[in-house]
């Protein structure tokens, strides 16, 4: 029998390593289950030239500030991994992988949390699964006959996989903006066609904001919101698009001109709202993802537009549960290495008076 511990918080990323940095400081018995065989969550298998949206000095996880990475003012995602691997092995935290949990269920004063290595029994869980393992693809018309190749952003890796290829970027957000630039500085080198299309014009936030600024925009819009006054927007109110150096650079330079979003996809390739075609051989949705909490469907918890429904982080229908790390619903910008420290310092604190 596994445990019972006093937490066993299932996803070992960014978030799950947050919440263990502060469930050692309580001096609780926990266990991180880690589906991933490698450190570094999602940050491992992003694609080739992703960078962070902040310097290291405004990455960082409680406890540890992120090196900086020479001659990289926006560290890379390699980068991120790296620092990771070794902030679990500085505060020797009790990561279990691979383990993927299927289920969580409620067993009498426990939590019953099964996975591939068995059942592992706790008094409260920690769900930080994040949403890169569960993409997003829309319900476009034609998608399912294109005969072209089709990936989301979680496949896409290198400009090179494309070469003598017209790829179609679908998404306006930070992704798309990303791969439609990676793709279109590519072009002469490698005989690419980019065409980047979008629902609505990107909006670029100012190039002096980074992910700092963005941390800033969704604290100050959570204490406008807890204090009755007018709702700040957030980041969402500053922009969609961190410019972040090459997507400044493909901007400044008119390679990322956006085409409104076609209205179906034919065998070829899309079709546009004033008749004209598009061939393609590749479309990449960058459209976004959706939290992945498949494993808690047996607690019956799940709310509108998939969410479950929390107070901070724990969760109002089972309070053994807290939920990190998913976006601002579980706290401001929980979903970035720089804000998930104080929701996860929160999260223990709720957890310890429960345990009393």
């Known amino acids: 029998m596994n445990g019972p511990y006093d937490t066993v918080v299932v996803g070992g990323g960014q978030a799950g390593l947050a919440a263990a940095f502060h469930l ?18 999602a940050w491992g298998h992003m694609w080739d030239s992703l960078h962070l949206f902040s310097p290291a000095a405004y990455s960082s996880l409680p406890g540890r500030p992120m090196p900086v990475q020479p001659g990289q003012p926006y560290p890379e995602a390699a980068h991120a991994v790296r620092y990771l691997a070794e902030y679990e092995q500085r505060y020797d935290l009790p990561v279990r992988r691979p383990v993927t949990v299927g289920a969580v269920h409620r067993d009498g004063d426990l939590l019953r ?13 920690i769900s930080a699964t994040g949403t890169w393992w569960r993409p997003f693809w829309p319900a476009v018309p034609g998608r399912e006959i294109f005969t072209g190749r089709q990936l989301h952003t979680t496949g896409y890796r290198s400009p090179k996989d494309f070469a003598d290829q017209r790829a179609v970027v679908v998404g306006g957000g930070n992704s798309g903006a990303q791969i439609a630039a990676d793709l279109a500085l590519a072009a002469s080198a490698h005989g690419i066609e980019p065409t980047w299309a979008t629902r609505r014009p990107p909006r670029f936030l100012p190039d002096d904001i980074d992910g700092r600024a963005l941390f800033d925009a969704a604290t100050a819009r959570r204490r406008a919101l807890e204090a009755g006054r007018e709702d700040t927007g957030g980041v ?7 410019a972040v150096p090459p997507v400044r650079d493909a901007r400044d330079r008119g390679l990322l001109e956006p085409r409104p979003m076609f209205t179906r996809l034919e065998p070829n390739g899309p079709v546009w709202s004033d008749g004209s075609r598009t061939a393609a051989d590749a479309v990449i949705w960058a459209t976004g993802f959706r939290p992945a909490l498949a494993h808690l469907a047996p607690l019956s918890l799940r709310g ?13 229908d089972e309070p053994r549960l807290h939920l990190l790390g998913y976006g601002d619903w579980t706290g401001p910008a929980s979903a970035t290495l720089i804000g998930v420290g104080r929701p996860a310092r929160d999260a223990v604190r709720e957890i310890t008076a429960l345990l009393g």
Request: glycine fraction near 14%; hydrophobic fraction near 40%.
């Open 24 to 41: 050692r400081r309580a001096g609780l018995d926990f266990a991180v289950l880690d589906a991933q065989e490698q450190p570094g969550g």
């Open 304 to 316: 509108t537009r998939g969410h479950i429904a929390t107070e901070g982080t724990r969760a109002l």
């Open 113 to 125: 949390v099964e996975s591939d290595s068995g059942s592992w029994f706790a008094r409260t869980v």
């Open 236 to 242: 969402a109110a500053l922009g969609d698009v961190v």
